[in-house]
């Protein structure tokens, strides 16, 4: 169970049993979730991107968890769902100020998984770090 405590910014982040007493814990309390890394590492690369996006570029993922990781993102103050009243409608995804914060913070993750796990990567993610992005499947 959870609960809603005051955020950033005005928006309310979510707060998980176990995860106020380590800072480790809290941010992976945040991005637990088989998609999320690949879904902030999307929103990052473009923001705006739409459902059907996502749903594309995060190969593997089903509609209903892709639904489900967005709205635990959205409820965590990392990602923005942002509605246009058209017709159709159109919903797109963006990264908060907090989100880029956290792939920020993601970055060095992602640097070391691949020189530690990844040899072959690791050119690519230090490549990737250095253009501001986080490496992929960090």
């Known amino acids: ?5 005051g955020g950033v910014g005005g928006m309310a982040l979510t707060r998980r049993p176990g995860a106020d007493h380590c800072g ?7 991005i637990d979730g088989k998609w999320k890394v690949s879904i902030l590492w999307e929103l990052e690369q473009c923001p705006g991107r739409r459902f059907g996006e ?3 570029l995060v ?3 089903s509609e209903k968890v892709l639904a489900a990781q967005l709205r ?3 409820a965590d103050g990392i990602v923005h769902r942002e509605v246009f ?4 409608p159109r919903v797109e995804y963006a990264l908060t100020p907090l989100g880029q914060e956290l792939n920020g913070a993601l970055e060095a993750l992602g640097e070391w998984g691949a020189r530690r796990l990844l040899p072959d990567a690791a050119s690519a993610a230090v490549s990737a770090s ?9």
């Not at 169970?1 to 405590?5: A, K, L, N, R, Y």
């Not at 480790?24 to 945040?30: D, L, S």
């Open 1 to 5: 169970m959870s609960e809603q405590v």
């Open 24 to 30: 480790i814990a809290a941010a992976m309390a945040v």
């Open 54 to 56: 996502l749903r594309r």
């Open 59 to 61: 190969p593997g993922v």
């Open 72 to 74: 635990e993102l959205e």
């Open 85 to 88: 009243e058209e017709v159709p």
């Open 130 to 138: 250095a253009q501001g992005g986080v490496a992929r499947g960090a």
